[in-house]
């Protein structure tokens, strides 16, 4: 079912291009597969309550899209955009344009994980979870609204004594 | 030549930006000097480019000495021109109060400069894969300063932005990745030619849009995809609060505005009317949730969060307008909304620092302790209400008339809906500003000390009869408003906040009453943008 659903989502990408139909039917398999992970990346990043998970689904969100650039730079016989000084420019060459762009996204992908992960890591120290449904408990017990004067007790106190239950 | 100030402009704070760590080997305290010398180097450059710009000149410049549209291109012209001269000023202003506040450590002041870089960047460059680089670069210092206070609540704030903000960029690439596939360059006015040839009505065009507005539309936090907002900006420290506030999402909408009107033009959208209705109807709803949602808060910082999904909902319906005041409305309040947020959060933050208060009920007659700090807040409160004479008043008063004028010139009933929704919001709006006023200048009658007297806490100035009472003072209903301990003093003043933080905060409110009358003067700024835009 679903699977039929997005093969007709790529097939209209197919027709909305409409520039090279030959190359893209050739290549459409990637397009299905683009498709495919965008969707799991962002359920993963919707459905899952573990944070770490939620980045993994972040990262398989953008890897489709360096996907869709990748395929969208493909051409079928292409060569490496490199022509000899003197050498004759003839043949098809691939568009070198699109991967330095998934290089530079990947680069940025790489860098938010990162920054991701290191918070991961605080939320773990000072809660001792990683669920958001648990966190979220944790946070209105410290008072995410908290109520008056006890404002700067409260975040300072609560994770102490959490601290102490998840190391039995 | 004054074309080279434009990637200089982005190289000073982004080189300095390694200059906090690199120092900070050998010196402790090598960040704010650092980070001062680099934001008033960028408020020079920013200064220069626009009294160029002011001469009518429209600056560009090819980086690397590849000719568009192969290479990229950084442009200044009177709308990129006014949201930088906001950057700079503002990230200056910021490193006031980031001094005595912190968070302090040299990283911090790195990912500051990085911020500013990034905001600097995608204020000025022409390119639409550059602007996701820039825009990735805002998103993660942003992440990085939210979590600078080293609390629980604020790394899960900040990763809960991290996600949301990842999603929106990656959208936005996703969008700008359509479009390639549509046109094949990436230089925003050679794209803005290709579009046309390739024709408004092309699914993948639209799809592409479609996207782009999403993606931005995460970032700057409209009604259904706010949620991230309001738990960044309240757990943020309070300094970093103040600058991203009033510039990340604004950067956005920049962003949002450039890319609807420089790439894809009035034309696309008037022939697409499936979203720009998507978006009226979301911007709208964005406007009325913001302000009900802002009127039901009693944590200051939370409320004036709020506010912002109302104020960016209007600068989005504007955009959607598509209509020359409308637009002239949405770049005033982009600039005026950035100003009147860094002067809002900017005095949350101060009577934090001196009172240790930050809500609603804990402030009663603070005005009477503060009157400077609390007089600014009121000033810039109402500004954003819109009263005139304010920088708040013009911005909605153009969007206002632009909406009311599109339905007249045939919009439909679009238009008209928009006006209602900002009136009401407006009244919304008036609600919350009138219980802080309320708060602040009349909540403390019958407190200890309601004779005119100055209620000043125990070494203050003046404070002889005034301690024995203090002890009683607990007692009553509203709290009393009281210095912490350590609250720095300023001889003549009787606000216990920092000075320096003090003098920007009246400073940025003479501006924003100032720029209330300057509403021609705007409109004669932005002209040559919006005469290109609807020529």
Known sequence: MTTAGLASIASATVAATG????????????????????????????????????????????????????????????????????????????????????????????????????????IYDEYGTLRTDVLRELLRDEGSIPEGPDLREGPSNVPDGLGGESDD | ???????????????????????????????????????????????????????????????????????????????????????????????????????????????????????????????????????????????????????????????????????????????????????????????QAQLAQVGYGDPLVRASYALIVAGLGLKIAVFPIHAWQPDAYQRAPDAVTTIVASLVSTASAYALLRVSYTVFTVEFLAASDAITGTMLVVSGASILAGSVLAAMQSDLKRMFAYSSVAQFGMIVAAIALANETALLGAAVHLVGHGLLKFGLFLGVGLLAFGYGARRLEDLASVAREAPFTAGSIAVLALALVGIPPSVGFLGKWYIGVGAVESSLAGGGAAGIGIAVVIFVSTLFTLSYVARLLERFYFAG????????????????????????????????????????????????????????????????????????????????????FLTEVFA
């Open chain 1, 19 to 122: 520039a090279g139909p030959v190359e893209i039917l050739t290549t459409r398999h990637a397009y299905v597969a683009f498709a495919l992970l965008l969707c799991i990346g962002l359920y993963m990043m919707i459905a899952n309550p573990n944070l770490v998970k939620k980045i993994v689904g972040l990262n398989l969100f953008q890897t489709a899209i360096f996907l869709l650039f990748i395929t969208s730079g493909y051409v079928e016989g292409g060569a490496i955009p490199i022509v000899p000084s003197g050498g004759v420019e003839t043949g098809t060459y691939v568009s070198p344009l699109p991967h330095v762009l998934v290089l530079t996204a990947i680069v940025v992908g790489v860098s938010l994980t990162a920054v991701g992960l290191a918070l991961c890591i605080r």
């Open chain 2, 445 to 528: 009658v019958g407190l200890p000390g309601d004779h005119g007297e100055p209620a000043v806490a125990d070494g203050g100035t003046g404070g002889d009869d005034t301690a024995g009472r203090d002890d009683e003072a607990p007692e009553a209903s509203p709290r009393r408003v009281s210095p912490v301990d350590g609250a720095p003093t300023v001889p003549g003043v009787p606000d216990r906040v920092p000075p320096a933080s003090l003098a920007v905060l009246v400073a940025a409110t003479l501006v924003a009453v100032a720029l209330g009358f300057a509403g021609f003067g705007l409109a004669e700024w932005f002209d040559p």
């Open chain 2, 1 to 191: 030549m004054t074309d080279v100030l434009l990637p200089v402009a982005i190289a000073v704070p982004l080189v300095a930006a390694t200059l906090p760590i690199g120092l900070g080997l050998r010196y402790d305290d090598a960040g704010w000097p650092v980070a001062a010398a680099a934001t008033t180097a960028l408020a020079g450059i920013a200064a220069a480019i626009v009294a160029s710009v002011a001469r009518g000149d429209r600056l560009s410049h090819a980086l690397g000495g590849y000719r568009p549209p192969i290479g990229i291109e950084l442009v200044a012209d009177p709308l990129s021109a006014a949201v930088l001269a906001l950057v700079a000023a503002v990230s200056l202003a910021t490193l006031v109060f980031v001094r005595v506040a912190g968070p302090r450590g040299n990283p911090f002041y790195s990912g500051y400069l990085l911020l500013v870089g990034g905001l600097t960047g995608m204020t000025l460059t022409g390119d639409l894969f550059n602007l996701f680089v820039f825009l990735e670069i805002v998103g993660i210092s942003t992440y990085a300063l939210i979590a600078a206070d080293r609390s629980g609540a604020s790394a899960y704030a900040s990763l809960k932005y991290l996600v949301v903000g990842t999603v929106g960029a990656s959208l936005y690439l996703l969008g700008v990745g359509y479009a390639f596939l549509a046109t094949g360059t990436l230089n925003m006015l050679d794209m």
